[in-house]
Protein backbone atom coordinates (compact mmCIF):
# COMPACT_ATOMS: atom_id res chain seq x y z
CA UNK A 1 0.00 0.00 0.00
CA UNK A 2 1.41 3.63 -0.84
CA UNK A 3 -0.06 6.73 0.65
CA UNK A 4 0.41 10.18 -0.91
CA UNK A 5 -0.31 13.09 0.97
CA UNK A 6 0.42 17.01 -0.95
CA UNK A 7 0.73 19.90 0.70
CA UNK A 8 1.47 23.74 -0.33
CA UNK A 9 -1.32 24.76 -2.19
CA UNK A 10 -2.66 28.28 -2.15
CA UNK A 11 -3.70 31.42 -3.38
CA UNK A 12 -1.05 33.21 -5.17
CA UNK A 13 -0.96 36.36 -7.37
CA UNK A 14 -0.23 36.07 -11.79
CA UNK A 15 3.34 35.69 -12.19
CA UNK A 16 3.95 34.38 -8.62
CA UNK A 17 5.33 30.74 -7.44
CA UNK A 18 4.38 28.09 -5.23
CA UNK A 19 5.97 24.76 -4.51
CA UNK A 20 3.70 21.75 -4.18
CA UNK A 21 4.99 19.09 -1.47
CA UNK A 22 4.31 15.01 -2.02
CA UNK A 23 5.11 12.87 0.63
CA UNK A 24 5.05 9.15 0.32
CA UNK A 25 4.72 6.32 2.57
CA UNK A 26 4.52 2.67 2.39
CA UNK A 27 7.51 0.61 2.14
CA UNK A 28 6.36 -2.86 1.18
CA UNK A 29 5.56 -1.85 -2.69
CA UNK A 30 8.01 -0.14 -4.93
CA UNK A 31 6.98 3.13 -6.90
CA UNK A 32 9.06 3.58 -9.94
CA UNK A 33 7.56 6.66 -11.33
CA UNK A 34 5.64 9.98 -9.84
CA UNK A 35 3.78 12.31 -11.42
CA UNK A 36 1.70 15.70 -10.93
CA UNK A 37 -1.40 16.00 -12.53
CA UNK A 38 -3.96 18.99 -12.56
CA UNK A 39 -8.06 19.23 -13.02
CA UNK A 40 -9.99 22.29 -13.14
CA UNK A 41 -13.74 23.03 -13.23
CA UNK A 42 -15.53 21.06 -15.91
CA UNK A 43 -12.20 19.68 -17.28
CA UNK A 44 -10.77 16.08 -17.63
CA UNK A 45 -7.83 15.73 -15.21
CA UNK A 46 -4.70 16.39 -16.78
CA UNK A 47 -1.08 15.53 -16.78
CA UNK A 48 1.26 18.16 -15.46
CA UNK A 49 5.13 16.31 -14.88
CA UNK A 50 6.67 12.92 -14.20
CA UNK A 51 9.95 12.11 -12.40
CA UNK A 52 11.44 8.34 -12.49
CA UNK A 53 12.09 7.73 -8.82
CA UNK A 54 15.23 6.24 -9.02
CA UNK A 55 17.51 8.15 -12.37
CA UNK A 56 15.45 11.40 -12.09
CA UNK A 57 14.31 11.28 -15.38
CA UNK A 58 11.57 13.75 -16.48
CA UNK A 59 8.72 14.68 -18.67
CA UNK A 60 7.09 17.54 -18.77
CA UNK A 61 3.54 18.65 -20.33
CA UNK A 62 4.19 21.11 -22.84
CA UNK A 63 2.14 23.76 -21.24
CA UNK A 64 4.42 24.11 -18.38
CA UNK A 65 7.58 23.31 -19.37
CA UNK A 66 10.23 26.19 -18.39
CA UNK A 67 7.82 27.08 -16.08
CA UNK A 68 7.25 23.91 -13.49
CA UNK A 69 10.53 22.41 -11.58
CA UNK A 70 9.96 18.10 -10.66
CA UNK A 71 12.08 16.60 -8.16
CA UNK A 72 12.72 14.75 -5.60
CA UNK A 73 14.74 14.07 -2.66
CA UNK A 74 14.93 9.93 -2.09
CA UNK A 75 15.74 10.20 1.71
CA UNK A 76 13.06 12.28 2.46
CA UNK A 77 10.82 9.68 0.09
CA UNK A 78 9.36 13.22 -1.10
CA UNK A 79 8.51 14.51 -4.40
CA UNK A 80 8.20 18.42 -5.09
CA UNK A 81 6.40 20.50 -7.76
CA UNK A 82 8.17 23.96 -8.31
CA UNK A 83 6.03 26.26 -10.22
CA UNK A 84 7.15 29.63 -11.14
CA UNK A 85 5.29 32.28 -13.59
CA UNK A 86 1.80 31.40 -13.15
CA UNK A 87 -0.79 31.96 -14.78
CA UNK A 88 -4.71 31.95 -14.29
CA UNK A 89 -5.28 28.49 -16.70
CA UNK A 90 -3.10 27.00 -13.69
CA UNK A 91 -5.72 27.40 -11.59
CA UNK A 92 -6.58 23.19 -10.52
CA UNK A 93 -6.75 20.82 -7.63
CA UNK A 94 -3.36 19.44 -8.13
CA UNK A 95 -2.58 15.30 -7.56
CA UNK A 96 0.61 13.59 -6.90
CA UNK A 97 0.74 9.88 -8.52
CA UNK A 98 2.28 6.76 -8.22
CA UNK A 99 2.86 4.12 -10.34
CA UNK A 100 4.44 0.77 -9.31
CA UNK A 101 4.67 -0.24 -12.98
CA UNK A 102 7.66 0.30 -15.73
CA UNK A 103 6.16 1.39 -18.53
CA UNK A 104 6.78 3.70 -21.04
CA UNK A 105 3.13 4.96 -21.04
CA UNK A 106 3.18 8.01 -18.57
CA UNK A 107 1.31 10.89 -19.85
CA UNK A 108 -2.34 9.08 -18.80
CA UNK A 109 -4.04 8.61 -15.38
CA UNK A 110 -3.78 4.71 -15.74
CA UNK A 111 -0.77 4.70 -15.66
CA UNK A 112 -0.52 5.53 -11.92
CA UNK A 113 -1.85 3.07 -9.08
CA UNK A 114 -2.17 5.68 -6.23
CA UNK A 115 -2.95 9.20 -5.87
CA UNK A 116 -3.02 11.63 -2.74
CA UNK A 117 -6.19 13.95 -2.20
CA UNK A 118 -5.10 16.75 -4.07
CA UNK A 119 -4.54 20.26 -3.04
CA UNK A 120 -5.89 23.50 -4.36
CA UNK A 121 -3.80 26.10 -6.19
CA UNK A 122 -5.56 29.33 -7.53
CA UNK A 123 -3.96 31.99 -9.28
CA UNK A 124 -5.48 35.41 -9.19
CA UNK A 125 -5.64 37.49 -12.10
Known amino acids: QVQLVESGGGLVQVGGSLRLSCAVS????????MGWFRQAPGKEREFVATIRWSSSSIIYADSVEGRFTISRDNAKNTVYLQMNSLKPEDTAVYYCAASTMDTIVIRTTNAYDYWGQGTQVTVSS
Open 26 to 33: GRTVRHYR
